[in-house]
């Protein structure tokens, strides 16, 4: 599947809801589009899995920030489902300073026969009403419709990275790079601000929050990164400013490794907590960590995404790809870890069986139910016939989003401003 080209076309965020039913990305544009997943029927089995078009609308415009002189881009950063408790479904979007909750239903009738209306809509004179008649519902096609039900805003003096709706699902958390916000769904106009690590003196900055997640079980814990790659653990239990972390997660650096990038490579990119709640994961330039909650001084796996740019950081670095920031994600049974790199190639690996795979999203090998072949990366000496030199890679082809289906081998890659769907081949 994949959508086509323009700068606002690019995807910034890919989501699955809770039940994988729908797949939802936001782009550079300001657009939400909504995939809903095909119904099995008895004469097609094999097409179930495939996603179409159910919704598309624009989440948010440009805007101008007339104080500051800042334009507002409209690029969506991050999309969050909430859980389905009626028919209709409902997500959170985010540009940099705006969070918005729509609500995405369904229409398949109209009501037919005001007394006080005819068929145009227009009002009618009630001295030319002699009869009185019960309005009628009658079917339509069915329209799907978008509509923003709260609009949270002017609460980020900084860009928002991260949003996260709480397993209590009455609040929500947003994050920027300095703030963490807490957010109840039914009030737009205020906020609580649980962390702020803004110093008084802008000049002894030192850390900036990379992102953040609110753990899936417990409503009272959240984690957040920063770009000196270390993971802080909160509880709003402990204090109403979650200043002072409940535990403090911090790999310390092999000193053989050190050099002028060190610091910018292990800011972390991501953080995710498992589905379990037992651990967290987090992605830094080069690696994927994974840490056990009760283990702060290291992590317990360490996955190598693409060593074999370590001695390519400092043209990296001069064209501006060491500062890009890639997502990962758990499956369903948190057994494995998939992130992206470049030349549109994308990481797996298997934290039972400790096996790892590198796979290709590009138009060559993606026909309709074509397998992908796993592809190596090799670095000087001789080249074998399916291998890739890493002096060929190209590093404006970049998978920085993924998302997994919450209960299947499904995932949702976005390369650029093309989205593919893979799924576990089907006998």
Known sequence: MELKKTQADIISTVEFNHTGELLATGDKGGRVVIFQREQESKNQVHRRGEYNVYSTFQSHEPEFDYLKSLEI???????????????????????????????????DKRPEGYNLKDEEGRLRDPATITTLRVPVLRPMDLMVEATPRRVFANAHTYHINSISVNSDYETYMSADDLRINLWNFEITNQSFNIVDIKPANMEELTEVITAAEFHPHHCNTFVYSSSKGTIRLCDMRASALCDRHTKFFEEPEDPSNRSFFSEIISSISDVKFSHSGRYIMTRDYLTVKVWDLNMENRPIETYQVHDYLRSKLCS??????IFDKFECVWNGSDSVIMTGSYNNFFRMFDRNTKRDVTLEASRENSKPRAILKPRKVCVGGKRRKDEISVDS??????????????????????????????QDKVN
Do not use: G, M
């Open 73 to 107: 881009e409209e690029k969506i950063n991050k999309i969050r489902w909430l859980p389905q408790q009626n028919a209709a479904y409902f997500l959170l979007s985010t540009n940099d300073k705006t969070v918005k909750l729509w609500k995405v239903s369904e229409r």
């Open 316 to 321: 990296l670095y001069e064209n501006d790809c």
């Open 393 to 422: 890679l190209d590093f404006s082809k970049k998978i920085l989003h993924t998302a997994w289906h919450p209960s299947e081998n499904i995932i949702a890659v976005a390369a650029t401003n093309n989205l593919y769907i893979f």
